[in-house]
């Protein structure tokens, strides 16, 4: 309850600092992370002198509050451990969520946005656990890999789904001599970037291999080079994103000063990470948990209790001792004044009630409140049914707060939700760029061989309009009007090709549909031909021409291993019975039709052209569940 009333004096979670420390990973054995987390979490704490229990609860000290609590999320358990710590370089807010579903999230940030260094708890949780961002492996010390790895290090550089950063570094045979000690540097270098990014060193042999495998986007002898997700390697545009410290700068620099360089990439690049939907439904979760807290301790019945002198024996309720004489006083304008003696006394023995009459009372005292037995108990919490305390919270202001905590919800998924779209409109621009970039030189190209055949014309005229370019209306026309006889078949369900017309009203994700629908039957039709013999990422990137083509680095053939371990049911599709007997097939290769965030366009297939001379599209419709999205 304190730490969302607390957290309100610190800087808007939205606002993530670029400084801040932010990581997400899942375990390789799911049921050990809560119990981890809570271990460790106490040992940590037990290091700053702060002492809790290791179940729940809270600590205080002059300078620091930390709280352990949990709740059920359905099948699984929730746990965060919380500490704020004033420090003389300000208030910093350690937060660690785990879930018996196998991630945690370790968060700690600077009230003053200061540069946060890697917390002692998160390498203690990489030592005890086998923690991942997907196929990246957070560890508390860099890697030397030798050329048996490259294949393992290829695949980690592809990988779309892990957003960690991976620094590699490179190394020559020529200077073999040299290796060790820079790869001995590499502790000292990569100190603030554990559970953020992985680093590498590789041997003159693997530096190589790697070369020969990725060409200009491998890393060069005595350099460092920083990944980030999803390489191409096909596309030379892309190259920009992954940036060197070269073989000088390193030279030249402290380790201290690389450090803080890796160290502050790692953090800007996590600090541009969508929340995990997991993590934002643990803290709603927890965020309820609190409000229900409040609202049950403001409507705790604030009943005055009996004073009890030590002692002193007190007589049964209801039963006084028979001779009391009660004194009544009268409140008048004038004052108050004391009235005359009334009850039962030595010169009026005859007003004495009797003890069947007493009985008679006392049965209807407990009749009227409910109870059976006259404890001082039964008599208070009756007391609060019948007459609540005037703090409680009235059903309009319950309601209220339940309205405000949606809104509050409805508000951050709205801004994920844009948040995720401008991002993917980013990436979209460049990859248009890219292809425009790629038209015109083509186009300058051409011209240039037209004026060398003397047809300046042609070379220098004005392009005539191209009378097969089409803007169809919709996705679902698109694939209405694939005929029977095409070698392109759509088996998959309207209903979800309907959810993309209906958020993409520019038609986009139709355009780009019909390009890939023409694309693939031009490969299909080559390949039964026998005039081409690849697949169709070769074919897109090589063997496209004229108005029926689509960029290649709209295609993907295949998902991530983590993607496909987790939701590979997801990517199931309808098919005929002569393809599978259970008329059901994976379908890997996609292409990306649109990007809009959540309503982000997909297109799934099968290439079963070999066997039954047909292309398959299994699938159009939202993004399906990824590392990313889920």
Known sequence: MDGILNATLERPRAAVSDQDYQSFSRASVPQDCIPAVREEFVKWLGEKNIVIAAAHGRAETNDSKATIDTVENGVHELLL?????ETPAGRFTTEIYASSEGWINISVRSAEGRFVSVPRIAKALMRRLNLFDASLQFLDKPMVWDIEKVDELVELLEDSDRHGLVFVGGSRKEERELFEPFAGLGPDWAREVYGLAQTIFLTPEATLELARRIGHYAVAPWTLRTYFPGVDHGSPVDSVRHRYIGTGRLAQQKPTVVRQLLGNAARR??????????????????TRAATQRLIDEI???????????????????GLEKPHETVVVTQRTETGTQEGTPVGPSVNNPTTEPSKSELQSKLDLVQAILGIQDLTEAAIVSAASRIAPATNTLSDEAV??????LVEIEDLQDGLRETTASLNDIEIEQAEYQEELQKQQSEIRWLREKLREANDHESANGV?????????????REVLEEIGAASVVAFTGDYAHVDYID?????????????????ALENYAKAKIDDEFTGDVEEYLRN?????????AAKHAMNESKVTMGQWGKEREFSVPSSVDPGCKATMVAHFRLHRAGMG???????????????IYIGYVGPHLTNTQTN
């Not at 309601?399 to 405000?404: L, P, R, Y």
């Not at 209906?502 to 023409?518: E, K, P, T, V």
């Not at 297109?603 to 066997?611: F, K, S, T």
Request: glycine content about 4%.
């Open 399 to 404: 309601e209220t707060i339940e309205k405000q």
């Open 600 to 614: 982000s366009a997909r297109m799934h297939y099968l290439d079963d052209v070999v066997r039954t001379g047909k």
């Open 269 to 286: 690049h996590a600090a541009t990470r969508t929340e995990p939907l997991e993590l934002m439904f643990a803290r709603r979760r927890f």
């Open 299 to 317: 409507e705790k019945p604030k009943l005055a209790t009996p004073s009890i002198k030590p002692g002193v024996e007190q007589p049964p309720v």
């Open 502 to 518: 209906n958020r993409d009203q520019l038609g986009r994700a139709a355009f780009n549909l019909l390009h890939a629908c023409r």
């Open 463 to 475: 392009t005539p309009v191209d009378d097969g370019w089409v803007r169809p209306s919709s996705c």
């Open 543 to 551: 063997h496209q021409s004229g108005s029926s083509s689509i960029s």
């Open 81 to 85: 451990c919380r500490l704020v710590e």
